[in-house]
């Protein structure tokens, strides 16, 4: 059976004439193991929801994964098919990706990404199995990881995280063969690693790789444990036969035709590419089936179980009846009130509406919570005492909160949004990336958004993050002007089913400048705030706290005589997936001016060839706000002096 692996590997490769085979002939033993003894999981229903999450932390061994599920029978994965998620071509080509086949759980490519999406997952097993008991939520999470996948920096810390939080239902095997593309590991790695995760609160096993008793032995004691597990699978890369390594190069490059029948040839296999022996055929597909009884048992009790409709409703993504509605209540006592906040804290006021309203809403903070305001009264912190809880203490790990709360979107059943500063997004931007790619529902609160935050100084005020995450293909970044549209924000982004989103917010006070609460105007991304009192002779466009700027400096133009509207830009993704004549409508042909405390890039779009842009030319510097503002130019005199000094006749 794992001989089927290897030859599988060797063809994938060999016919697209690109891959890594060397990782999956040398996990081939121990993931034959997992998948025909430990695994739970049908190939009949690869959503069952009950079902074992595995997870391909070692993406570039992609055609361990494409094998597995060929040979157990998954639908959609024929030898046409098989050859296909291996052509150059394929969107799943040298890593697997999410949407490409139902069994594949996350997109893996990045070394560190796979196994700290996968503490997430086994973060949201905990919750959900607190929530809706063991006889619905029952089920484990497993990882092959490499060497590389333990050497970045991400893996450390979701590594520390799971310790802490005693995920037992989580195990790890690591790959451990001691190569990288440049050769030994001992090049770069002195460290032992055993030792590390078992400082982190792990327990840990070492075991020959290609010994399936002591796999098996391996695994079986990890079902028992009460903390998560790492089981070092001592292995050779591109292993195909007992005591001799195949030729497949230190990252497990193409073999070639010669080396690759030399391969096939060691492990006495015969057949033509793509060709599995019946019987092992009937081995693997027996395989497939072992946990068919236990998933139609389990669809059994969720027949009879009181919480069937609403399991099924979060496990599918759908918003509880009437869930905004707390919502629509809070944004018309704001348009009353008019209170002056900064956006974090209306951020907050939002949440305590939308949390008790959406169950699937899990919180938390990368130990900024007072900061970032993204806790609400009376929830409790989720831990090893309450894995019921909804509000996460992350710990300063940016990057691995940014990951799991991927895994957890991925598992189902859980809205996860977090907190930190904007300025480190830096730290964040990968997962957030893959967040977008893999389309997930995943929500970051990011404060402390421009150089109106204050004395901190130039290392903690973002002037290019704005660009940066603009940047990247379906993310929506908002920036909202105030309580108005910080609540349309969230709206928005806990609506939205197919990617992630960014609230950029801002630490110091803000007036309300919205009064109406009808139609959730930030759903076009863009919108007119203040028309001209006339033809227009100017526009305006700026987006969060400078909205207000735009505001004062319109009343001093229209006070010399020139009309002038104020845009606001809440989110230029959503503005930009309007029709043109929305944008036509919106930003005029008039002079244009944009307003952001942040770097110029991307303004060009909206502004024009001829527009203005005031805004950040480099770094911040460290004063009070209004200082800072003065300082760098981004008040309103400064936008009325440039409009005057650009139009004829002002």
């Not at 957890?408 to 949004?417: F, K, N, S, V």
């Amino acid at each position: 059976m794992a001989d089927a692996i290897r030859a599988l590997a060797i063809d994938g490769v060999e016919a697209a004439k690109s891959g890594h085979p060397g990782m999956p002939m040398g996990m081939a033993d121990a993931a034959t193991v997992l998948f025909s003894r430990f695994l739970k999981y049908d190939a009949a229903d690869p959503l069952w929801a009950d079902r074992d999450r595995f997870v391909l932390s070692a993406g570039h061994g992609s055609m361990l994964l494409y094998a597995w599920l060929h040979l157990t029978g998954h639908a959609g994965m024929g030898t046409e098919e098989l050859r296909r998620f291996r052509q150059l071509h394929s969107p799943a080509a040298g890593h697997p990706e999410v949407g490409e086949h139902p069994a594949i759980e996350t997109t893996t490519g990045p070394l560190g990404q796979g196994i700290s999406t996968a503490v997430g997952m086994a973060m949201a097993e905990r919750h959900l199995a607190a929530r809706f008991g063991k006889s619905l939520v029952d089920h484990r999470t497993w990882v092959i990881a490499s060497d590389g996948d333990l050497q970045e920096g991400i893996s450390h810390e979701a590594a520390s995280l799971a310790g802490h939080f005693c995920l037992g239902k989580l195990t790890v095997l690591w790959d451990d063969n001691h190569i990288s593309i440049d050769g030994d590991t001992a090049l770069s790695v002195s460290e032992d690693t055993l030792a590390r995760f078992r400082a982190y609160g792990w327990a840990v096993r070492r075991v020959d790789g290609h010994d399936h008793d002591a796999l098996a032995s391996a695994m079986n004691a990890a079902t028992k444990s009460r903390k998560p597990t790492l089981i070092a699978c001592r292995t050779i890369i591109g292993f195909s036969a007992p005591k001799k390594a195949g030729t497949a190069g230190s990252h497990g490059a193409p073999l070639g035709p010669e080396e690759a029948a030399a391969a096939k040839a060691a492990m006495g296999w015969e057949g033509a590419p793509f060709e599995i022996p019946a019987e092992i055929r009937e081995s693997w597909e027996a395989a497939g089936r072992r946990s068919g009884g236990t998933r139609r048992s389990w669809l059994k009790r969720l027949a009879k179980h009181p919480s069937r409709a609403e399991f099924e409703r979060a496990m599918a993504g759908r918003l509880p009846e009437r869930w905004d509605a707390p919502l629509a209540e809070w944004k018309a006592k704001a348009a009353e009130e008019k209170p002056k906040v900064g956006t974090r804290i209306a951020s907050q006021k939002a949440l305590e509406a939308l949390v008790p309203a959406v169950p699937e809403m899990i919180g938390g903070s990368a130990d900024l919570t007072g900061s970032n305001n993204t806790n609400v009264k009376g929830v409790p912190a989720f831990g090893p005492e309450n894995f019921g809880g909804r509000f996460v203490h992350w710990g300063i790990r940016e990057h691995g909160m940014a990951a799991a709360m991927n895994g957890m979107a991925l598992h189902g059943g859980i809205i996860p949004y977090s907190g930190t500063f904007l300025v480190f997004s830096d730290y964040m931007r990968p997962s957030i990336r893959l967040a977008a790619l893999m389309r997930q529902r995943v929500v970051h609160v990011l404060t402390h958004d421009s150089i109106g935050l204050g004395e901190d100084g130039p290392t903690h005020q973002p002037v290019e993050h704005l660009a940066a995450l603009r940047a990247i293909p379906n993310l929506y970044v908002f920036r909202p002007a105030d309580v108005i549209e910080t609540a349309e924000a969230w709206e928005l982004s806990v609506k939205r089913a197919d990617g992630p989103s960014v609230l950029a917010l801002s630490r110091q006070p803000l007036p309300t400048v919205r009064a109406d609460v009808g139609e959730n105007r930030s759903a076009r991304g863009g919108y007119v705030l203040a028309e001209a009192s006339a033809e227009r002779r100017a526009t305006l466009i700026a987006t969060g706290s400078e909205v207000m700027l735009a505001l004062a400096a319109r009343d001093l133009l229209e006070e010399a005589g020139i009309p002038t509207a104020v845009v606001s830009l809440p989110c230029w993704k959503l503005f930009e997936l309007q029709d043109p004549s929305w944008h036509e409508q919106v930003l005029g042909s008039a002079l244009r001016v944009g307003i952001e405390a942040a770097l110029e890039f991307g303004w060009s779009r909206w502004l024009g060839p001829d527009g203005i842009f005031i805004g950040m030319q480099g770094f911040g510097a460290s004063a009070p706000a209004e200082d800072l503002y003065k300082h760098f130019g981004i008040t309103a005199e400064a936008v009325v002096a440039a409009v005057r000094k650009r139009l004829p006749g002002a």
